[in-house]
């Protein structure tokens, strides 16, 4: 067969070195032997073997049925090997789908089989919820039809289950075993034709096959057949040569029993058999809902650019027809007059945090796709944290190397062997490169902290950052805190310096008066802390979302969570030092904005929120498009003051009062905060931020017709250079 990789799980020592030894006799690659669960999820995230060998009993605290939960969640087959096959063991184990249960003590020809069957079949699979996945993008969706297939597939707890066997005192000793187990036997068939005919009229859960019948139809055309009806199949046979498997196991079977068999093998294959099915069908449903409510989605959102276009082109013609922009004054009055009373607001005081008696554990996950030139001063940075419990290091590391092809990979495997609090997880294709949120959705699956950290591969911070911004969470319905965010190449040219300024004045005006007014902030995904148990209310982060973190700040605020700013922790980023990256950055961000918009406006103005969060949540999604009207405002100010002789437009002076009212307040007094700034640079740097914000004018132009024409939603990463900046904590030695 292939050569497979494989992790063996297996605490007994002789025993796995004898494992391993048969495992290559027979061409698989034995990557490693682990003795603990918590080894096996390790390592099976790290270096995502084909197929996991997982004991029952391990060393550690950790049952082998709870690690095999864990790597089910990366979408890696487990195949359990163990001496145990009681009830309550099999309910256990059942709980991750596995995709075969060897029972002790067995021989080489049940071991490779079953290996054999469990790739294969999680093959299907794959192909499976690809077609589920395309019919669901092609369909609409119908949720009547859902519930009959679920309701008809999903099989009950007495299976009923059809023997096709040709020999009868075999089919009676099997009939007398099953029914001892528990299971309804409701026929049996000689023939591949009658087999097929029983299985239309019964529809049973389950068909155990053997390979040999009767007449010129044999058990593995016959599974074909029966498989397309989507009924599952265990072959139950006395063949295993290489040809009869490499045959059998085209049809993609459930299992592979080889006689002669003992009922223990007989019945843990028909249990876990009957499981994967279940939660087949429960994983397909559930994908295909997903699908169809993002292809709605994807629907409305290019209904709504089309339509908001549509009207400001409309009275953008109208006003440049007739000469008169003033519906332009009334429109920017609203960013004009909220823009300066959250720049009032921010001189309040923030509320103060509270201590943890017991601070809670942190998970640092961080998303890397080719970053081989940042993530090491990136992990070296966040190792050096000061964050402590009781003498011992109170947060871990986790590296989602997303799919990279460059040598991030080399990296962070030298990284590993220094930073003891690095755990990587490796996602290869097909599975990588669909979505940051699918990413940080891997690593929460591993974290075992009770709070979720982000960075992003060219972070650095002080080593005081966790001690600072941790405490923030410890308050009643806080399940968020978002840092201020720096960029340490600020001085490298122009664009970045833009891009410090632009984020001083969003942390230190916007983001501090909304939690000044009800801790109602929004988290953006550098430098950003949830809880544990709030994501795991919303179901982690919406691998489809643009911008994966201001989807989850709206679905936290929908369920009345609170999100916070910290100020006085900093995340040091790369600046983007170039425009035409810089540009395809902003055109990303704004559309997650517009995308956030469109999906849950609805949702916002339902849901069971205070009002005043209601009208800031929205301020915040169309942030970015009241500031391009704010430019667009003195565009049309300059034309009517440069080429009144030319052209004359009926605005009122207001126009150009309304845009400063709105601009320039917070933009001086955000940057005025940052420390090492004087008014009259304040001022100076705020002119120069104004010049810079004229591109956010076609910015909304390439958002809208991103948003029109694209036809499904991918994570397009910022590049990142590594280069130093002359800014941003230093490393220790």
């Not at 297996?10 to 032997?33: F, N, P, T, W």
């Amino acid at each position: 067969m292939g050569k497979a990789s494989i992790l063996v799980v297996e605490d007994e020592y002789i025993m796995a070195m004898d494992l391993q030894i048969k495992l290559e006799e027979m061409g698989y690659d034995v990557l490693k032997i682990v003795s603990s669960g918590e080894d096996a999820i390790k390592y099976a995230a790290e270096i995502r073997p084909d197929l996991v060998l997982m004991d029952i009993v391990l060393q550690g605290e950790m049952l082998g049925t709870e690690a095999a939960e864990k790597i089910n969640t990366l979408e890696i087959p487990v195949v359990f090997l163990t001496a145990y096959s009681d009830d309550k063991t099999l309910r256990q184990a059942k709980k991750s789908s596995p995709y075969g249960y060897i029972v002790k003590p067995y021989d080489n020809r049940l071991l490779e089989v079953t290996i054999e069957t469990a790739l294969k079949k999680y093959q299907a699979d794959q192909n499976d919820m690809d077609t589920v996945t395309h019919d669901a993008m092609e369909r609409p969706h119908h949720e009547k039809e859902d519930k009959k297939l679920e309701e008809s597939t999903i099989p009950k707890s007495s299976a009923k289950i059809i023997i096709v066997e040709d020999e009868f005192i075999l089919v009676m000793d099997i009939t007398e075993k099953l029914e001892r187990m528990g299971y309804e036997v409701v026929a049996s068939a000689a023939s591949g034709y009658q087999a097929i005919e029983e299985v239309e009229k019964l529809k049973p859960d389950l068909v155990l096959m053997d390979i040999v019948l009767q007449g010129d139809m044999d058990g593995i055309q016959t599974a074909e057949k029966i498989h397309a009806m989507g009924i599952p199949v265990i072959f139950l046979t006395a063949h295993s040569d290489k040809k009869t498997m490499v045959d059998a196991l085209k049809t993609a079977p459930y299992g592979y029993i080889i006689k002669p068999f003992n009922k223990n093998t007989l019945h843990s294959n028909i249990e876990m058999a009957l499981e994967k099915k279940k939660s087949e069908i429960q994983k397909q449903k559930k994908w295909g809902d997903i699908i169809s409510t993002k292809q709605e989605e994807l629907k409305m959102e290019k209904t709504g650019v089309f339509f908001i276009s549509s009207i400001f082109i409309s009275l953008a013609a109208y006003g440049f027809l007739v000469r008169d922009m003033t519906w332009l004054a009334y429109f920017l009055f609203v960013p004009a007059c909220y823009n300066l009373f959250l720049g009032a607001l921010s001189f309040k005081s923030q509320e103060k945090p509270k201590e943890f008696e017991i601070p809670p554990m942190v998970s640092i996950l961080i998303p890397a796709h080719n970053e081989e030139h940042t993530i090491e001063r990136c992990v070296r940075s966040l190792s050096q944290m000061d964050y402590y419990y009781q003498g011992k290091r109170n947060f871990e590391i986790i590296v989602i190397n997303d799919g990279s092809s460059d040598n991030t990979g080399k990296v962070l495997e030298y990284l590993k062997d220094d930073v003891e609090s690095l755990r990587i997880i490796t996602r290869k294709p097909p599975r990588s490169g669909k979505g940051k949120g699918y990413v940080l959705n891997d690593g929460v699956q591993i974290a075992q902290g009770e709070a979720i950290a982000v960075f992003d591969a060219d972070s650095r911070v002080a080593n005081d950052f966790l001690k600072k911004i941790i405490p923030y969470l410890n308050e009643d319905n806080v399940v968020g805190v978002q840092s201020r965010v720096r960029m340490y190449n600020k001085d490298l040219n122009l664009l970045t310096a833009m891009q410090e300024a632009e984020f001083a004045i969003f942390g230190n005006v916007i983001l501090r008066a909304r939690d000044i007014l009800g801790k109602n902030g929004f988290l953006g995904g550098n430098g950003q802390i949830t809880t544990r148990k709030a994501m795991k209310e919303i179901e982690g982060w919406d691998g489809f979302a643009v911008t994966e973190d201001l989807n989850m700040s709206i679905k936290l605020m929908l369920k009345g969570h609170k999100i916070r700013y910290c100020g006085e922790a900093e995340v040091w980023q790369e600046a983007v030092p170039e425009w035409k990256p810089f540009f395809r950055q902003r055109v990303r961000w704004a559309t997650g904005n517009l995308e956030t918009l469109f999906v849950y406006l609805a949702p916002i103005i339902e849901a069971k929120i205070p009002l005043y969060k209601k009208i800031d949540s929205v301020q915040y999604l169309v942030f970015l498009l009241f500031i391009a009207f704010v430019m667009l405002g003195y565009v049309v100010a300059i034309l009517n003051l440069g080429f009144m002789y030319i052209i004359t437009i009926n605005i009122p002076l207001a126009m150009g009062l309304l845009s400063t009212a709105a601009f320039f307040p917070g933009a001086i007094l955000g940057i005025y905060r940052d420390e090492g700034r004087g008014i009259i640079g304040s001022f100076v740097t705020a002119i120069e931020y104004w010049a810079y914000c004229f591109y956010l004018i076609p910015l909304f132009f390439a958002a809208f017709i991103h948003m029109i024409t694209r036809k499904d939603r991918r994570w397009a990463k910022t590049h990142h250079t590594g280069e130093e900046g002359t800014r941003g904590p230093e490393l220790k030695e």
